[in-house]
């Protein structure tokens, strides 16, 4: 199996920043596409942003368009862990937001199914 550890969430004021980190551990055979995903408060779950982990051959990760310029998905595979760093936070971007994982043979997508997922860290923006 594969687990999920995320981390750095807080409550931030509008125009400021976060990093968040997911620490993965356990069967690197069982995936290779990562992924943010967040769900605000009483809304879907949508995605945010994904990254091949292990490999370059997707050369640009993909992001969501209402992060597209503020939001930047990153990796350290000898750490284990991927990040995602959040600048000029707006109230909207509220949410609890979750680290994913699944296995592919083709280019990461944001609505593929995902398999793994984390326990979640909650980002609060304030007006």
């Known amino acids: 199996e594969v687990q999920l550890v995320e981390s750095g969430g807080g409550l931030v004021q509008s125009g400021g920043s976060l990093k968040l980190s997911c620490v993965v551990s356990?069967?690197?055979?069982?995936?290779?596409?990562m992924a943010w995903f967040r769900q605000p408060p009483g809304k879907e779950r949508e995605g945010v942003a994904t990254?091949?982990?292990?490999?370059?051959?997707?050369?640009?990760?993909t992001y969501a368009d209402s992060v597209k310029g503020r939001f930047t998905i990153s990796k350290d595979t000898f750490k284990n862990t991927l990040y995602l760093q959040t600048n000029d936070l707006k109230p909207e971007d509220t949410a609890t937001y979750y680290c994913?994982?699944?296995?592919?043979?083709?280019?990461?997508?944001?609505?593929?199914?995902?398999?793994?997922w984390g326990q979640g860290t909650q980002v609060t923006v304030s007006s």
């Open positions: 994913a994982a699944y296995l592919s043979n083709f280019r990461c997508r944001l609505d593929a199914d995902y398999i793994f």
């Open positions: 356990g069967n690197r055979n069982r995936f290779n596409c």
């Open positions: 990254i091949n982990f292990f490999s370059d051959r997707d050369r640009w990760p």
